[in-house]
């Protein structure tokens, strides 16, 4: 799939020679590591308005300069929208999003639906090791992908569920202090957040508590780690979790919970509400399912080619009972309608598309969380904020998710204006990561044996 370039707007290979290669391109010097993104308009960072056009210059992995000197011109010419790639903060590469385990054709099929979709960094939760041979192949440009953050093993209680769960992929006890002692290791240390999975079951021998939970979170804030609980939309575990002092949390709030939050709850939750994997579960079998396929279809070209028979195939598909299934379109609603009555939650949520989950395709689950996001909030500055700033900032990115002279070159390059429908991040045209185009996948079809490429970060 190649994107329809236009002449003002310009890409230049990264290419290494033997000697240093420097270029002149409409009178700027451009060296053989350059890039050139003419007459953009770009997202502003912090206002999240369009510049008017200009003209960016991308050197080695960053951001040199953003020109407006000739970024005029002839006002005919479709005007090109250049916005901070998107940041996922919890993907699992392992789940096939069918219902199954992936394999490595799956895993890598994954990755690249991820940056053909404008997502350059997402965080693996629950995933084995193989994950790290996996980063190091993308970092290395042997297969194309985001940059990965893997998170150390989620803290899990000890129950019959988690018997049948792989260990590697977990840290799992029945004892308070094997939890504080795992975080406290110097091996789970890299990254910036923590995961705690916590479903109250009063069946189990050992469960979270909010003591537990609020001793756990002291140790990560020591650290200068965020403490993340997976509640599973459990209203005991999502209590214990804020009354504690943890406010990432991830997972749906069911609206009988209202009265117990404050103001202040409101003010401080770093919400995921993962409502997309909700919603599938939901409308298992249902014309709403075979609504959102046919709309997916139309509006991702990645989709439709990889996964769409897949889908298709599994519309009818039904692995909860009917009365159960009633329960949970209730519950969806429940979900709802609490965001619905506070939409300031938008300010600090962080996307999580939870790929892997039912149908919650890779990259494409996390546009999908923003249309459900949007339906409430509208289109905007807010939304778009989402996925940028407050994610790529939440994992720690090193460009924070905004484009500035000096940060990390992690760009979307769209055809249209994103703040007035979010539905054009389905097909950028192009996506950045780090200084290199990682969509579409242009280093191998025009590579030769006498060009050195570089390895990207």
Known sequence: MKPAFLTHFFYFRKIFFESVVIFTISGFPVFSEDIILKKVRYLKPDTLEFSEP?????????????????????????????????????????????????????????LQSFVAHGFTHIQSVADGNWVSVVRE?????????????????????????????????????????????????PAVQSGKVLHLFYRYNPDQRFNFDSKIVHRLNKISSDQNKILSVTAFADRVSILDSITSGVFAINHPIPLDLEPNLTSFHYNELVW????????????????????????????????????????????????????ELEKAKAEYNSYITFFKKHKELARKMVLSGGSGALFSFPGISGIQELRIIRSIIGDG???????????????????????????????????SDPLKNIDILYEPESVIRDGSIVYPEPVKKHATKTVKKRKPK
């Not at 003209?55 to 005919?76: C, E, F, M, P, Q």
């Not at 790639?85 to 895993?107: I, K, R």
């Not at 904020?385 to 992690?410: D, H, M, Q, Y």
């Open 272 to 323: 995921s509400p993962f409502f997309n994997n909700y919603f599938f579960l939901s409308r298992q079998g249902s014309p709403q399912l075979k609504e959102e396929f046919d709309f997916i279809s139309k509006r991702s070209r990645f989709f439709k080619t990889n996964f769409a028979s897949s889908m298709e195939s599994l519309l009818n598909f039904k692995n909860i009972p009917d009365g």
């Open 137 to 185: 192949e993308i970092r290395n440009g042997k297969i194309y992908g985001p940059d990965i953050q893997i998170a150390a093993k989620p803290l899990l209680a000890k129950s019959r569920e988690t018997e049948k769960l792989n260990p590697g992929n977990y840290f799992i006890s029945d004892v308070a202090a094997d939890f504080e002692k795992e975080i406290s290791r």
């Open 54 to 110: 200009v003209n960016i210059w991308i050197t080695g992995n960053r951001v040199r300069s953003l020109d407006y000197k000739d970024a005029g011109g002839d006002s005919s010419r479709e005007v090109r929208f250049v916005i901070p790639s998107l940041c996922d903060a919890y993907a699992t590469l392992g789940a096939d999003s069918l219902g199954g385990q992936n394999n490595l054709p799956g895993v890598r099929r994954g």
């Open 381 to 415: 500055k807010d939304l778009l904020r989402i996925p940028t700033e407050n994610t790529c900032s939440f994992l720690n990115v090193n460009n924070s998710g905004k484009i500035k002279i000096g940060n990390s070159a992690n760009l979307l390059v769209l055809r």
